[in-house]
């Protein structure tokens, strides 16, 4: 999910601080397209993961990011996103379940670091509750309300292989798709973009 207001740099003892910066996959990739596995082994390569996560979606100043965004068909998703009282929530999840979304259904602006630069009003429930683990297999379950619920249920979306736009309908849905195939990156065809930084 796309950036609404971050920091320009963040400080060691954030996550990401010793991962690598993966290139993006673009809408028209197909690890974007299908539903993500099981984490099955809970061990240094899946917290390299998450660090190498982290470390992209802070270059490309982001909100939240799935393993498939990078190319990984992992059901791992990474977090630093505030809510709508402007408090941070900062974490990931392994193995992630969308139990609960409700609340009032609103519709609001929503990015995503697959199609970069643009943004749709995307209908959204306004609290979402979802269940995993950590990189250690510990059981956690994360709340949502607001900018935050927007996201969870965002990342969710990524790794059962669904995008923003996919939720959108009519002349909505017909924008948002005219407008990724006039984006500079469409060329392409969703092939891994670099993240600067």
């Given amino acids: 999910m796309r950036d609404r207001t971050l920091e320009p740099m963040r400080p060691r003892t954030i996550p990401g601080s ?17 539903p993500c596995q099981e984490v099955t082994a809970f061990d240094g390569e899946l917290a390299r993961l998450i660090e190498d996560m982290y470390a992209t979606m802070y270059a490309a100043r982001g909100v939240g990011l799935a393993a498939n965004q990078i ?17 941070r929530h900062l974490g990931h999840l392994v193995n992630p379940r969308l139990v609960e979304a409700d609340g009032p ?6 990015g995503c670091l697959s199609l970069p630069g643009l943004e749709a009003g995307t209908p959204r429930h306004d609290r979402a509750v979802v269940s995993g683990f ?3 297999g510990e059981p956690r379950t994360v ?4 900018f935050f619920a927007r ?9 059962d292989g669904g995008l ?34």
């Fill in 71 to 87: 190319g990984v068909p992992l059901r791992v998703f990474v977090y630093d996103c505030p809510d709508d009282e402007d408090r």
């Fill in 151 to 159: 996201c969870l249920q965002h990342e969710c979306d990524h790794l």
């Fill in 164 to 197: 923003y736009i996919d939720r959108l309908t009519g002349l909505r849905r017909r924008r948002a798709l005219r407008a990724a195939a006039r984006a500079p990156w469409a060329a392409d065809g969703g092939r891994a973009a670099a993240v600067g930084g």
């Fill in 143 to 146: 709340t949502g309300t607001g």
């Fill in 105 to 110: 259904v609103v519709r609001g602006p929503e």
């Fill in 134 to 136: 950590s990189a250690s």
């Fill in 18 to 34: 010793s991962g690598r910066i993966r290139p993006l996959r673009l809408l028209g990739d197909p690890a974007l397209s299908g």
